[in-house]
């Protein structure tokens, strides 16, 4: 079975450029998360959706970033206008979510961003 | 609010060296913790699931373990393969998680 596939793997952009990431989810999952690592602060929640709705997009950290799912498993995570502080690793995860119970999120193998 | 703590940050074994890496946490009500491994360029890779003290799992060399207050997971005669870095995470609300800062682990043939 297919994993979760996110692309770009590697970007390079100049300050000021759009940026945008893109994520499938796992057949048949219905949740997806966007996160981004770095060294400093480790593995942080950007975003997630349940059934294309966005539920919690308090980690975002600017206006300038912004996340859409326009169907059931694919998502874009966008920022506008890229900043050097942006350049992270950032990795989308998926679950099939049942109301009230938690699940193991299954993760894509996320995108180096860099910005110059 | 809810924090995880992995220590230590980085541990460097022998092959055939045993030893156990720590994530401790302060959250309320604890609705299960999670081990993942992450190898360089990758992304996180589901290990464990443990949701009540005194649960064990295991998987090959790796076992995990959970109290009330802490997990751990044994690694037992590592080989080089095992070198990677180990996330432990616990829910907060519904589906969020929390990660820790993870143990970088190095295992020297």
């Known amino acids: 079975d297919a994993g979760v596939i996110q692309s770009p793997r590697h970007e390079v952009t100049e300050m000021g450029q759009e940026v945008t990431l893109r994520c499938k989810l796992i057949?048949?999952?219905?949740?997806l998360f966007w996160y981004r690592q770095t060294m400093m602060r480790g593995l942080e929640l950007l975003i997630y959706f349940n059934n294309n709705v966005p539920i919690d997009d308090s980690g975002m950290p600017e206006d300038r970033f912004s996340a859409k799912m326009p169907n059931a498993s694919f998502s874009t995570l966008k920022i506008q206008p890229s900043e050097p502080r942006d350049s992270a690793v950032y990795f989308c995860?998926?679950?099939?979510?049942?109301?009230?119970?938690?699940?193991?999120?299954?993760f894509g193998p996320g995108t180096r961003l860099t910005v110059l | 609010e809810d924090q995880v703590t992995q220590s230590p940050e980085a541990l460097r074994l022998q092959e055939g060296e045993s030893s156990s890496l720590n994530c401790s946490y302060t959250?309320?009500?604890?609705?299960?913790l999670f081990w993942y491994r992450q190898d360089p360029g990758k992304g996180p890779e589901f290990l464990f699931t443990?949701?009540?003290a005194g649960e064990e799992k295991e998987k090959e060399r790796l076992k995990a373990t959970l109290t009330k207050k802490e997990s751990f997971l044994h690694i037992t005669a590592p080989k080089p393969e095992d070198s990677a870095t180990y996330l432990c995470a616990v829910p907060q609300g519904a589906q969020k998680l929390v990660f820790g800062q993870g143990t970088r682990l190095t295992i020297n043939p």
């Open positions: 995860a998926s679950i099939f979510f049942l109301a009230g119970e938690g699940d193991t999120q299954y």
């Open positions: 443990l949701y009540s």
């Open positions: 057949s048949g999952h219905n949740s």
């Open positions: 959250v309320s009500g604890l609705r299960g």
